[in-house]
């Protein structure tokens, strides 16, 4: 399974001008059919940049414009239908993303995004634009889009 983070899907919504536009619509378009995700986490980081732009109706509305356009599988720490918190909420938020910030020096989302990205099952790869910052720090295969997108031609 591929993950994708966050500045791969902003870049499809923003900076239209940007010369890795059409290096990312060919990735996001590719990428379709090895069954892409994201995390909720990536999901909520998004909304946030794209709540400046759009209506609540419209933020509200993200399972068809983001979901479903790109065909991507939402993963999250926990099943979000539980209505209990999950019991290792600290290990989740604190615990988990604290250690790999102290072990390999990283931003807390970035963190956050990755330790939930390798554990979930299947996870081979995690695409990025930001690709250098997560070398030699996960389990995972860290790509650009580009980068995929030569490793399938």
Do not use: C
């Not at 909720?40 to 399972?63: A, Q, T």
């Amino acid at each position: 399974m591929i993950l994708i983070d966050t500045d791969v899907l902003w870049l499809a919504f923003a900076f239209h001008q940007d010369a890795r536009q059409a290096a990312n619509a060919a990735f996001l378009e590719q990428v379709q059919a090895a069954q892409p995700a994201t995390t909720i986490y990536n999901v909520l980081e998004l909304l946030g940049k794209l709540s400046f732009n759009l209506s609540p109706d419209r933020l509200d509305e993200w399972r068809t414009w983001l979901v479903d356009a790109y065909q991507l599988r939402v993963v999250w720490p926990i099943n979000p239908s539980l209505t209990t918190a999950a019991p290792t909420f600290g290990e989740e938020i604190f615990e988990q993303p604290y250690q790999k910030m102290r072990t390999v020096q990283m931003p807390f989302m970035d963190s956050l995004i990755l330790n939930l990205a390798e554990r979930t099952p299947n996870a081979t790869q995690f695409v990025t634009w930001n690709a250098r910052h997560f070398q030699g720090k996960s389990t995972l295969q860290v790509l650009t889009p580009e980068e995929y997108i030569q490793t399938k031609a």
